[in-house]
């Protein structure tokens, strides 16, 4: 039959266990075991079978079970303690939560985010990588902290797809379909109580999607779907997958996340204060609310105030292909009916996000959304820096280190990753309550030690037995599949030795991340590997992009190298890597490898999720681990630099790794003493726990997103508003004039040029600005210095000059006096920029003139 309808039925439910579907619609079940074990400890089987999702589980377990279920005193024990603890994580009270203790006035305001993925959990197939398990935790812990917030993406029927390896080798993508009436969402309500619909205009249609909600513990995320009536079939792929798909399917799926998204919260009834872009793929909401505010009656310049004034772009990477960008016919063809609408002739429209690097101008969805966003920042300090340099360009005239682009190094939500062994195991001797510490260092540094050795260790056996019956669960099934004898299945059974030191790879297959490096040296590898007293063995896991030969290929090696005779059972390919897999990799392996090309891993988190489960990392001084590293709570490879060749580069990291763990990592973890417990290799263990679980936070992370960015968001964008915008007219028009005159501009300086000082002297220095109709209130006058090494000046200090009269000629004199703090060579300059009391951003209109 063709199916045209599909609905969820569900068994009879006991009064007594009812509240089973309230849970399941909650996502809070996702970190919190104990709700996940009501269901599961019912049917395990079935469990499995639905892939570990409540709402499927409930509509095929077996009435005969749950009437069992509410007469079992035991299971509704632990029944009541759950439903507790959710009813008091809903409504927590007077006490509130951080954010209404923090913040008691802005309660009532709304903080948007918009992501193209979410990660909350295995069973809801919409993320890709590590951008989705970092929105995904980033809710999970906006929920915790009780911020007012929201998030927009989209519901993927197909998702991210799932992996299969064939017997040669290669990727085979499976995509399955989510039925939504078997996921834990429902259909999104708006305040007139009809259930929410909205459109976008694509060439030549108007294409629309239902949109859903989901809640993860407080709050809710808004994901679209374009799956329905009356969209033509092509259109109803439109949401199908992600990351699938032409430039035209692209495009368009951003014009749905941004424009639509925008549409979906006002028909909702939502008005956010605070929008923040997570990545580029939704930029285009920022010229959505543009086109709002130029229905409305405003200038683009004037709206484009408004928007910037509450908004956050947060970028997630410095592989080219990772940023976005479309050409000029493909935007011609998808707005040219919207640029009018701005107000905006079409070489005006293309201004905006233009981006040339010689090959011809494109439209950059980085450069659109750092434009039309009034703060952004990268994820973790080194990336925070290589951002700065990278889109330098859009700053003419500023220093890298002006470059308005800060940084939030990224972390992981802690309950989420943590196993419940370890969970258990903080407990019992940090504290009861240790998950209110989380972010607090010191709680960390007084009480790790409180953990004994040997509790620590055979707790971390527990969780590597656990990995080592998942990974032989795992390689019987794909090899079953395969159509293997039983005397190769048999093989599998034995695979992986707890006596072993299990070493952990697990993440994308971009090809950056070099999967394959640790075969660099064949020969080398063999020889660690194939010690019989210190057996060393290493398990990958991961997807690479349906249409990314390279990382495909780097799969379809190390499955040969799995199978080769000196690698058996030593070189373990796990396939279709996703959370649950995860969790069992981060707490259950020994060692967490990571080896990327610096700088290009903006952050990454695998890392983070192990440290926390006491795995010490081993990985390049890249991302996070630049920031996390102390020398005794894990490893590193190769230093702390570039290089411009990257063979030279892998030839020199691959170097350093062999190194490291033939010297150091497995002499530490070989090392017993007469009790069987490898002190030495504990010390790391407790080390990467105290120092990497508060640092490497979600908690930490969100509260920085709240108190650096969102909050001063919220409070200028409820400033900008008052008079009816009377400040960003003012603040448009003013900007305009400058525009106009700034080009005008001329410097110039008078001081000493060459000579020397004794420490405490100091130098006058002055300087003269002309400049046609700005007043010298209207500029900024600094006097710039700081160290000299070899010919490079590093700008530490800027200090204002003093204005001290307008000269005959009609140029504006400026006075200061440079008094240096310490010895040494310094360099001096003077610089001036254009200065006004509404600006949010010294730098932000981009204009600069130096001496
Ligand atoms: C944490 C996680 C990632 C991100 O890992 P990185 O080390 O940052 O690449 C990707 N996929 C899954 C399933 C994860 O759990």
Redesign the pocket.
């Known amino acids: 039959m063709k199916v045209y309808g599909r609905i969820t039925v569900f068994p009879d439910m006991p009064p007594r266990i009812n509240r089973l579907y309230e849970l399941a619609y909650n996502l809070w079940w996702s970190w919190h075991p104990e709700a996940r074990a009501l269901y599961s400890t019912l049917d395990p089987e079935l469990w499995e079978t639905v892939g570990h999702n409540p709402v499927r589980f409930l509509s095929e377990v077996s009435p005969v079970i749950l009437e069992k279920a509410a007469s079992n005193p035991e299971y509704l024990r632990q029944f009541d303690t759950v439903l507790n603890d959710f009813d008091r994580y809903m409504h927590p009270g007077p006490e509130g939560t951080w954010f209404s203790r923090t913040y008691p006035s802005l309660t009532d305001k709304t903080i948007a985010y918009f992501s193209a993925e979410f ?1 909350l959990h295995e069973a809801l197939p919409i ?4 951008l ?3 929105s995904g935790d980033h809710c999970k812990e906006a929920s915790d902290l009780g911020l007012p917030f929201v998030g927009v993406g989209f519901l993927y029927p197909q998702g991210y797809f799932s992996q299969q390896i064939t017997r040669e080798g290669r990727q085979e993508a499976i995509y399955e379909k989510l039925h939504f009436s078997q996921a834990p969402v429902v259909p999104a309500v708006g305040p007139d109580g009809h259930e929410v619909m909205i459109s976008v205009d694509l060439p030549g249609r108007r294409i629309y999607a239902k949109v859903w909600r989901l809640m993860v513990g407080r709050i809710p995320l808004y994901l679209m779907d374009t799956d329905v009536e009356p969209n033509a079939p092509a259109d109803r792929e439109l949401s199908a997958r992600l990351y699938a798909g032409d430039r035209e399917m692209r495009i368009s799926q951003e014009i749905m996340l941004g424009i639509g998204g925008v549409r979906a919260l006002r028909a909702l009834g939502i008005e956010p204060a605070v929008w923040h872009l997570n990545e580029g793929h939704a930029a285009f909401l920022s010229l959505e609310r543009c086109r709002e505010l130029v229905a409305q009656g405003m200038t683009f310049d004037e709206a484009r105030e408004v928007v910037t004034a509450n908004s956050l772009f947060t970028t997630h990477t410095p592989v080219p292909a990772g940023n976005d960008t479309f050409n000029y016919d493909l935007i011609d063809k998808y707005f040219g009916a919207y640029w009018g609408q701005l107000g905006l002739t079409r070489d005006q429209f293309l201004e905006v996000a233009r981006e040339d690097h010689g090959w011809g101008a494109t439209y950059g969805m980085t450069v659109l959304a750092l434009r039309l966003t009034g703060q952004h920042n990268g994820v973790s300090a080194l990336h925070g820096a290589v951002s700065r340099k990278m889109w330098q360009f859009l700053w003419p005239g500023l220093d890298v280190d002006d470059v308005p682009i800060g940084s939030i190094t990224n972390g ?1 939500h802690t309950f989420s ?1 943590i196993a419940p062994e370890i969970n258990a195991l903080f407990q019992r001797y940090l504290a009861p309550d240790w998950g209110e510490h989380i972010d607090d260092a010191a709680f960390w540094d007084n009480r790790i030690q409180n953990i004994p050795d040997d509790a620590l260790w055979h707790t971390h056996l527990q969780r590597k037995k656990q990995l080592i019956e998942y990974a032989r669960r795992s390689l019987r099934e794909q090899h079953l599949r395969l159509g293997e004898g039983s005397f190769q299945i048999a093989e599998f059974e034995q695979m992986l030795k707890p006596e072993a030191l299990i070493i952990g790879f ?3 297959f971009a090809t950056y ?1 070099r999967a394959t490096l640790l075969f660099r040296d064949i020969e080398r590898l063999k020889r660690i590997l194939n010690d019989p007293e210190r057996p060393v063995q290493i398990i990958f896991a ?1 997807k690479a992009h349906p249409a990314d030969e390279p990382g495909k290929a780097l799969i379809e090696q190390i499955y040969h190298h799995s199978r080769s005779p000196e690698f058996k059972g030593k070189i373990i390919l796990l396939e279709n ?3 649950d ?3 069992y990799l ?1 707490s259950g392996a020994d060692l967490w490898l ?1 080896n990327p090309i610096r700088p290009y ?1 903006a ?5 983070q ?1 192990a440290a926390l489960n006491g795995l010490p990392n081993f990985s390049i001084l890249d ?1 996070w681990w630049a920031e996390g590293y102390n020398g005794s709570n894990g490893w590193s490879i190769g230093e702390e630099r570039e290089y411009h060749d990257q063979e030279v580069q892998a030839d020199a990291d691959s170097a350093s790794l062999y190194d490291t763990l033939e010297n150091e990592i497995i002499p530490t973890f070989f090392n017993y003493d007469e009790r069987g417990i490898p002190t030495r290799w504990i010390a790391y263990m407790k080390e990467a726990i105290r120092t990497c679980t508060p640092q490497f936070s979600m908690r930490r992370m969100v509260k920085e997103y709240t108190t650096r960015y969102y909050v001063p968001e919220i409070e200028q964008g409820t400033a900008i508003q008052q008079n009816n915008y009377e400040r960003v007219r003012t603040l448009a028009r003013w900007k305009k004039r400058v525009q106009q005159h700034w080009p005008s501009l001329q410097l110039y300086v008078n001081g000493q040029r060459e000579g020397q000082l004794s420490l405490g002297e100091s130098i006058e220095v002055h300087a003269w600005v002309r400049v046609n109709e700005l007043t010298p209130e209207e500029l900024l006058v600094e006097l710039v210095y700081g160290d000299l090494y070899e010919e490079h000046a590093r700008p530490q200090y800027a200090v204002p000059m003093r204005y001290v009269q307008r000269e005959q000629d009609g140029a504006y004199r400026f006075d200061a006096v440079l008094q240096p703090e310490a010895s040494g060579s310094i360099a001096y300059n003077v610089r001036v920029v254009p200065s006004h009391p509404l600006l949010t951003e010294k730098y932000e209109m981009g204009l600069i003139r130096w001496g």
């Open positions: 990660g993320y890709s990588g590590g989705g398990i970092l992981v990753w697990a993440r994308r991340k991961g890597y996703d959370i897999m995860a969790r981060v990571n891993e952050s990454g988190t695998s890392g999720k991302g």
